[in-house]
């Protein structure tokens, strides 16, 4: 008879390879049901991108095989709570976990494609995803999620007016393209892009999010002026 008990004890001896503990000690096993010869589980994860995902799965599937019941059959529901790596304090953004920022010294070599999908793939493993493209004087999200010529809702968050995100392929992004014409030329001076990005980080309502991809501009425009710094 297939208990509760019998596929807990089973499972400790399946091990979170980067942490180095098995699942029941790390607390990771939840949602036990077991109906005749059918178990179900959840095994929580540190990370919906997690490369090791389907190793623990079969890992799981065999120990339940091997020493409760060869004729059981096994699902496993794999889901993420996903920590904070974040050593700021979070007083800028308090609801993001993890900020991950896309740069390079150089425009033109894929840093929109790279932030784009990354944070695409991250919300198709189950992540709160957001996009922030940082890039003034060069934006390419608009172009990328064919929403070129598109404006941004105002909402109201506790009695203060601000910018809610556009969404679309499962992510929220911001970008300077949503806020401008186009086809008005725009001089970016250090001052007037770093007051655009702490916009873009006081008033976007990104709401709680496990990522927030941040697609950087080229390191030489960061450093044309002292003044430029859009994360003092």
């Known amino acids: 008879m297939?208990?509760?008990?019998?596929?807990?004890?089973?499972?400790?001896?399946?091990?979170e390879p980067d942490l180095g503990k098995d699942l029941v000690t790390l607390n990771m096993v939840k949602d036990i049901e077991i109906e005749g010869n059918k178990v179900t589980f959840t095994v929580v994860l540190t990370t919906p991108a997690c490369?090791?995902?389907?190793?623990?799965?079969?890992?799981?599937i065999h120990a339940i095989h091997h020493l409760v019941s060869k004729e059981a059959e096994v699902e496993v529901k794999m889901t993420a709570n996903v920590s904070s790596n974040r050593?700021?304090?979070?007083?800028?953004?308090?609801?993001?976990?993890?900020?991950?920022?896309v740069a390079s010294g150089k425009g033109g070599v894929g840093k929109s494609t790279v932030a784009a999908n990354l944070a695409?793939?991250?919300?198709?493993?189950?992540?709160?995803?957001?996009l922030m493209d940082a890039d003034i004087y060069g934006p390419s999200v608009p172009i990328m999620f064919?929403?070129?010529?598109?404006?941004?809702?105002?909402?109201?968050v506790n009695g203060k007016g601000m910018i809610a995100p556009m969404e679309k392929y499962g992510i929220q992004f911001m970008s300077i393209g949503?806020?401008?014409?186009?086809?008005?030329?725009?001089?970016?001076?250090?001052?007037?892009?770093?007051?655009?990005?702490?916009?873009?980080?006081s008033d976007v309502h990104w709401g709680e999010l496990d990522y927030l991809v941040i697609d950087m501009p080229p390191a030489p425009a960061t450093c044309t002026s002292p003044s430029y710094n859009p994360f003092p």
């Open 146 to 156: 064919g929403v070129r010529g598109q404006r941004p809702m105002m909402v109201n």
């Open 120 to 130: 695409i793939a991250l919300a198709q493993d189950g992540a709160k995803v957001g």
């Open 51 to 60: 490369p090791l995902k389907e190793l623990i799965r079969n890992a799981c």
């Open 2 to 15: 297939i208990t509760k008990e019998k596929v807990l004890e089973a499972l400790s001896n399946v091990e």
């Open 87 to 101: 050593k700021d304090g979070n007083t800028l953004l308090p609801n993001v976990k993890n900020i991950i920022m």
């Open 178 to 201: 949503l806020l401008v014409d186009e086809k008005q030329a725009i001089v970016w001076r250090g001052p007037m892009a770093s007051s655009a990005l702490k916009q873009f980080v």
